[in-house]
């Protein structure tokens, strides 16, 4: 199995601009976790989905987040319109039930 | 915000020495796990210890948790130069992995 995939890992944007990052997550899992990490506010979660429903999205920070699953093998968080502030690194996770959870590489956003 | 909190942040060592870091969460749990994460990569599963379980061995990894003082520590022994990164606790208090909390990460650097 290739592991989480996303796509890109690397974005720079002007601030205002729409930014969609993407994700595949290993074959089987059902549940499906978007994070953002920086060094002031470290590793938050922001949505979780399983079986493709959104089950938790109090993490998202303003309505200028969105996220969806239109498929178990497919997923987007999108930032429109993007702001410096939201420069960070995106990670994608996923899991079975139970278990551990499996990070992509993430994707490494600046926003300027 | 971060249920788990590191200690210390940072820790500095030889190669061959151990090393300690411990964790400290505040709501009662089902598991609790450890992640690595090398620079500019994605988070990797290290080990998971449940609730009723007090001590877990994987290779050169000890972790023990006592759940009345709501605290973990993840021992490496023999350390190597490859063993550098940041290691962060993670809380689940479901069972299901469904909404990990993690902490704030401890940066460990080993030197040859």
């Known amino acids: 199995d ?9 974005e720079v944007t002007e601030m ?3 930014v969609t990052l993407r994700c595949k997550p290993i074959s089987g899992h059902n549940s499906l976790f978007w994070y953002r990490q920086t060094m002031m506010r470290g590793l938050e979660l922001l949505i979780y989905f399983n079986n493709n429903v959104p089950i938790d999205d109090s993490g998202m920070p303003e309505d200028r987040f969105s996220a969806k699953m239109p498929n178990a093998s497919f997923s987007t968080l999108k930032i429109q319109p993007s702001e410096p502030r939201d420069s960070a690194v995106y990670f994608c996770a996923s899991t079975t039930r139970g278990s551990e959870q499996f990070f992509g590489p993430g994707t490494r956003l600046t926003v300027l | 915000s971060q249920q788990g909190e590191e200690d210390p942040q940072a820790l500095s060592i030889q190669e061959g020495e151990n090393a300690t870091m411990n964790c400290s969460y505040k709501t009662s749990i089902n598991n609790l796990q450890w992640y690595r994460q090398n620079s500019g990569r994605g988070l990797v599963h290290l080990i998971l210890i449940r609730s009723n379980e007090r001590e877990k061995h994987s290779g050169r990894l000890r972790v023990t948790l006592d759940t009345s003082k709501k605290s973990s520590s993840l021992l490496i022994t023999a350390s190597r130069a490859a063993d550098t990164a940041s290691y962060f606790c993670a809380t689940d208090a479901s069972g299901t992995a469904s909404k990990l909390t993690f902490g704030t990460g401890t940066r460990l650097q080993v030197t040859l």
């Open chain 1, 2 to 10: 290739a592991g989480v995939i996303q796509s890109p890992r690397h």
């Open chain 1, 16 to 18: 205002g601009q729409e």
